[in-house]
């Protein structure tokens, strides 16, 4: 059992930054790939990025490579999505999740067992 829950969210001006934290309970964290997903107001969901257990692989969308960084430590059972250069189109609410299958880009959220509560990144024109 896993249980996430995401923080760092907030309101930030466009080209701003904001570092979204999913902190994890369990002792065998290493063993799950976590993704970041997002979903705005009126959309379906989207995947955001992904990370492998051991932290060696990662994706991404298309529409935030070269600004967004995720990234994850494992002895803080933590994983990271650094958001930098936002967009007013990256305003969602961001939710981590984490899976025990293997990670595969894109993303399935079916294939995720576990889910955060989601947080709130509204980023102003």
């Known amino acids: 059992q896993v249980q996430l829950v995401e923080s760092g969210g907030g309101l930030v001006q466009a080209g701003g930054s904001l570092r979204l934290s999913c902190a994890a309970s369990g002792r065998t964290f290493s063993r799950y790939a976590v993704g970041w997903f997002r979903q705005a107001p009126g959309k379906e969901r989207e995947s955001v990025a992904a990370?492998?257990?051991?932290?060696?692989?990662?994706s991404y969308v298309d529409s935030v490579k070269g600004r967004f960084t995720i990234s994850r430590d494992n002895a803080k059972n933590t994983v990271y999505l650094q958001m930098n250069s936002l967009k007013h189109e990256d305003t969602a609410v961001y939710y981590c999740?984490?899976?025990?299958?293997?990670?595969?880009?894109?993303?399935?959220?079916?294939?995720?067992?576990?889910w955060g509560q989601g947080t709130q990144v509204t980023v102003s024109s």
């Open positions: 990370i492998s257990g051991s932290g060696r692989s990662t």
């Open positions: 999740a984490a899976t025990a299958l293997l990670l595969r880009w894109p993303l399935n959220d079916v294939s995720f067992s576990y």
